[in-house]
């Protein structure tokens, strides 16, 4: 097994490495993902994996044995970011938003190694079904939406609200694999052999 660094608190970008038959460390670190003015979805993903990267990189000078990957996932809704919402109501709002529309998920992802750094976008549509207001209420009561961009998580509960996905699943998770597996190549890291 090859192992990498994942500069991540996500356990779902965790899972999805070790999905591809990777050994994982984990390193955190915070970093401020407010987006900045004027800045659009895409500049604001990217960003926010590289500085994640830079940051780790900066806070864990000794860790330099493995590449490290980090990444950043962020759902827009006519060119509007939607992060973690901050409250129920707010992830009521968001959802009340999605309902019954297309929306993009963007997931960027950042690998560097041995002073090198390669980055990649990946952006998927999703279309949400109309979602009723005791659907809604439901959901979030729940408590999964609350740390999750766009107030959703595919491969949780609000599975049921997709009615189509054009893209990768596992982007839309926070991590696209395939994307992923082939950034990992450019380190000379073969994925699954």
């Not at 460390?25 to 970093?31: D, P, T």
């Not at 895409?42 to 000078?61: G, H, S, T």
């Not at 950034?183 to 699954?192: E, V």
């Amino acid at each position: 097994m090859q192992k990498i660094y994942l500069g991540s608190n996500s356990p779902r970008r965790l899972q999805l490495l070790q999905q591809l038959g990777l050994t994982v460390e984990v390193l955190k670190a915070e970093i401020d993902e407010t987006p900045q003015k004027e800045e659009s979805a895409e500049e604001y993903v990217i960003r926010m994996a590289i500085n994640k990267n830079q940051q780790i990189c900066q806070l864990f000078p000794d860790k330099h044995y493995y590449p490290l990957l980090t990444a950043d996932t962020c759902i827009t809704l006519n060119r509007q970011i939607l992060c973690k919402p901050a409250s129920i109501e707010q992830a009521h709002e968001m959802l009340q938003q999605l309902s019954g529309k297309t929306h993009q998920v963007l997931t960027a992802i950042a690998v560097s190694y041995q002073q090198q750094l390669y980055h990649h976008l990946q952006i998927s549509q999703v279309t949400f079904k109309t979602l009723s207001t005791a659907e809604i209420m439901a959901y979030v009561a729940t408590g999964e939406p609350l740390d999750k961009a766009g107030a959703y998580a595919i491969q949780g509960l609000a599975a049921g609200f997709i009615k189509h996905l054009n893209g990768s699943y596992s982007g839309v998770m926070g991590l696209p694999l395939f994307e992923t597996a082939e950034l990992l190549k450019k380190f000379n890291l073969a994925i699954l052999g």
